[in-house]
């Protein structure tokens, strides 16, 4: 494990969160968004955005976004994306609560952005306009609007971020679907570990509840059809659990290099201690129950991290509540922590806020970092009805206090992409 | 070098040499390297009249197509499942491997990865998913269109048919990502994966995407397949879009020597990302910067680079920009100038990769290819820009240049092997 002075992963500098903003269902903010994660109160609810009544899965967690409320003008709320926006919205409050506003030097900070989806609503929508609604295959270019490249090319979206953020460093997308909130933090620990940049404007954003994206999860039956009773819907590890309720979100942090951090007096949440990634050269969509390839990213972000697996004090699971996704995950940790596994926490916050794609392992990453914060591990929500298959401890509804120095979140997704990453407290690191 | 983490100064950066060890290249000029390189060599453009869907209603109707049918190329049951894009990058990845000599299920445990660029995914297949959930309902969507769709497709899909199980992700920075992915797998393979595939193939050629693609505002409408892309001519009316790209085996050169190679293009030298100041700060545009710490990344002067492969945007201001930036850098007509890609048309997320290729099979051959249909040249008393026909040189190392629209520069340096 780190101390103060020594180098950090694979002989490289540093890095630390030192600003959290969040955009989530159930309240805009990272105070909000841990009132309700601690609360264990869900935010999955029949589909509002559009009329879903012909789709098989009918829930999810919508985000109450209203973007001038959030402070963005017309122009930017004619012109972006919704995941734009909320990218935005989150980047800016991470700046503040970084307290970095002014000590940036713009060539040597950047911008990575993650997303599964990109601007899946507005081309969902604007589609519609220049086929006349699916009618004709050559489309009408005379009703093409004026920003739609924007959309056609996620980069826009971290363009925009880096000019809220004045960056000039290295910037983009790290897309890998539903592993991006993870990959993308981890990237940009990389740009800094190896001096590429000092300050990195990190996190992911998907807003995608759209009539596509609905439609694409009802053909391979992902989503939940638990439309009758939407505020449960979302079950991880449950025996009565039947896929994942679509969600929406972002969460975007400062990461900094430690010294840079610790020069400026900044509140330090977390080291990002160690990470890894592996591809389980499978499928596109399914898994193994075993889990070997998620197992083996978990081993490889505790080597990293230096940390033994009994030191876990708690684990932030992907739990989609698919029946597969569940007995894969259960599957790594066992394979991977041994008995350890039995005896550490672990949760699902998809049991509230859904499964919002490329953006919840960011969001994922900002509850394990508050956790750390807080001393205070969230529940999974929903969870009344044990699946004698998932036989961890996965804090069923109830958030609990614990000190909680180390966390391991995991992340699994379409393209048979596995990611892990440790979060270190202060409790470990000053030490 | 200055104390790490001082801010407005580099730290040293991460070592470890990378080398590339086989190419595959789908390119609308030619399949396969020694083909597309033959063509390249001979000056032959694949820009022509779009022929596979009717451009005759759009403001813009020449593309870079790649004349291929992929299905006499890969197994059936992907077939269904992928859009043209990805199909074209699996034909490039198995060519990739091949040249190297590498079966990556013959190779340890998570021993391989890879990092791919993309752009806006498979969106020809979308357009038709899009199609069938508006005309006909929701039910008629494909169960394959989640995973076909998606920007790392192209990653997942080759990891899934070569058993590679290492890291795996996908970067997207318009036109910029093929450098940045081809960083990343060097960074990988710095970190202990012994091999890594990465570059990038794209295009997206129906009509959605042709609409959106014209709202880029950077394509142009010229409709003779000679005078539509003249990057650094003063009839520059924009560039010609089109499909392709180039997937590089990248190594760790013990882990290489172990397999038995014997054969190395190039070593990946140098890298460096920045981004654009906002409009009207007054800062200077971050290409300039770019190279800069390429070549420092590379312990490299100015005066040893060899020959830079151009971004050439094809748009008078963006032109210039570059124009102005190499001559800063390197000296007025100092350094030999070439874009290939006045062959191909811009290829998205494929373009950069596709360079790097084409600037390795330069170093290997001491020739450098030509700029085609550049008939007046408005900037010739500040770069030299190679003409219609290749030039010999010797050539120790390349520079290749990749902007992305919204403000991305990335550079990148390729060594000629020892």
């Known amino acids: 494990m780190l101390r103060k002075n020594e180098e950090g992963p694979r002989g490289g500098r540093r890095v630390v969160v030192t600003g959290i903003g969040v955009v989530a269902p159930g309240g805009i903010g990272t105070k909000q968004y841990w009132d309700l994660l601690t609360a264990g109160r869900t935010a999955t609810r029949t589909i509002t955005a559009f009329d879903a009544t012909q789709f098989r899965s009918r829930v999810a967690a919508e985000c109450d976004f209203n973007p001038v409320e959030a402070g963005l003008t017309q122009r930017q709320i004619r012109r972006w994306d919704r995941t734009t926006q909320f990218a935005y919205v989150a980047a800016r409050e991470a700046l503040v609560d970084s307290g970095i506003v002014g000590e940036l030097h713009p060539e040597r900070t950047g911008v990575m952005v993650g997303t599964a989806c990109g601007m899946t609503i507005s081309l969902d929508h604007e589609y519609a306009v220049v086929s006349d609604e699916g009618r004709i295959w050559q489309v009408d270019e005379a009703h ?288 | 070098m200055t104390a790490p983490g001082t801010a407005g100064t580099a730290p040293a950066r991460a070592t470890g040499t990378a080398v590339v060890t086989g190419l595959g290249v789908v390119a609308p000029n030619g399949l396969g390297v020694a083909e597309y390189w033959a063509a390249t060599l001979r000056g032959e453009s694949g820009i022509g009249r779009i022929t596979r869907f009717d451009p005759a209603p759009y403001s813009a109707q020449l593309a870079g197509e790649v004349t291929l049918d992929t299905a006499s190329r890969l197994p059936s049951r992907l077939l269904p499942q992928t859009d043209r894009m990805t199909q074209l990058a699996l034909i490039a990845a198995e060519e990739a491997l091949a040249d190297a000599g590498a079966d990556p299920r013959q190779l340890a445990d998570y021993a391989t990865g890879v990092v791919t660029a993309a752009s806006a995914g498979g969106f020809e297949f979308g357009q038709r998913e899009l199609e069938a959930l508006w005309s006909k309902g929701g039910a008629y969507v494909s169960a394959y269109q989640s995973f076909a769709w998606f920007y790392p497709v192209n990653s997942g899909q080759i990891s899934i048919r070569h058993g590679m199980r290492g890291p795996g992700s996908t970067l997207v920075a318009e036109q910029a990502g093929g450098l940045d992915a081809i960083a990343k797998a060097r960074r990988h393979v710095r970190d202990g994966t012994a091999l890594m595939l990465a570059g990038g193939v794209d295009g997206s050629l129906c009509p959605w995407s042709w609409v959106c693609m014209i709202r880029s505002g950077r394509v142009s409408p010229v409709t003779e397949p000679s005078r539509a892309y003249l990057p650094f001519d003063l009839d520059v009316t924009g560039h010609v879009p089109g499909e392709g790209g180039a997937l590089l085996v990248v190594e760790d050169p013990g882990e290489a020597r172990q397999r038995g190679v014997d054969r190395i293009y190039g070593v990946v030298a140098g890298h460096a990302a920045t981004f654009d100041p906002q409009p009207g700060s007054g800062r200077e545009p971050g290409l ?89 040249p408005a900037f010739a008393e500040a770069i030299d820009l190679v003409g219609s026909e290749p030039r010999e040189a010797t050539l120790t190392n390349a520079l290749v240049l990749a902007r992305g629209q919204g403000g991305f520069n990335s550079a990148m340096v390729l060594r000629r092997p020892a």
Request: hydrophobic fraction near 45%.
């Open chain 1, 144 to 431: 093409a609007m004026p920003y739609l490249y924007d959309y056609f090319v996620p980069s826009s979206m971290a363009a925009e971020v880096a000019g809220l953020v004045g960056a000039e460093g290295p910037v983009g997308i790290v897309s890998t679907g539903c592993t991006s909130g993870i990959d993308v933090v981890t990237h940009a620990v990389d740009l800094i570990r190896d001096g590429e940049a000092d300050v990195m404007i990190a996190g992911a954003s998907d807003a995608a509840i759209s009539p596509i994206t609905v439609a694409c999860f009802d053909a391979i039956k992902a989503t939940t059809p638990r439309n009758d009773e939407p505020e449960t819907a979302s079950r991880p590890f449950d025996r009565t659990r039947n896929g994942f309720a679509l969600g929406e979100g972002s969460a975007v942090f400062v990461l900094e290099e430690f010294g840079h951090a610790r020069r400026r007096g900044a509140h330090v949440y977390a080291e990002i201690a160690g990470y890894a990634s592996r591809c389980n050269a499978f499928s596109m969509t399914g898994l193994r129950p075993d889990g070997v390839e998620l197992a083996a990213a978990i081993t490889g972000a505790l080597d990293l991290a230096r940390v033994d697996r009994s030191e876990i004090d708690y684990i932030n699971a992907h739990g989609s509540a698919t029946k597969q996704n569940d007995l894969h995950e259960t599957g790594a940790y066992k394979r991977s922590l041994g008995e350890h596994a039995y005896t550490t926490p672990v949760s699902s916050i998809k049991s509230m806020i859904g499964h919002s794609l490329g953006a919840i392992c960011s969001l994922e990453v900002a509850a394990s970092v508050l956790a750390i914060e807080h001393s205070v591990i969230p529940p999974t929500a929903n969870l009344r009805e044990p699946d004698p298959e998932c036989d961890l401890d996965y804090v069923p509804l109830v958030a609990r206090e614990q000190r909680t120095d180390v966390v391991l979140s995991v992340a699994s997704g379409f393209g048979g992409f596995q990611s892990a990453i440790v979060l270190a407290g202060p409790g470990r690191w000053a030490a």
């Open chain 2, 288 to 376: 300039r910067r770019a190279i800069e710490l390429a070549l420092r990344d590379a312990r490299l002067s100015v005066a040893e680079v060899d020959v830079v492969f151009a971004d050439a945007a094809g748009v008078a201001a963006l032109d210039r920009v570059e124009v102005d930036t190499l001559a800063t850098v390197f000296g007025p007509r100092a350094v030999p100038v070439t874009a290939p890609k006045t062959m191909t048309g811009r290829l998205l997320g494929g373009g950069a990769a596709l360079d790097v290729a084409t600037a390795l099979l330069s170093l290997r051959d001491s020739v450098i290819p030509p700029t085609i249909h550049i008939d007046r």
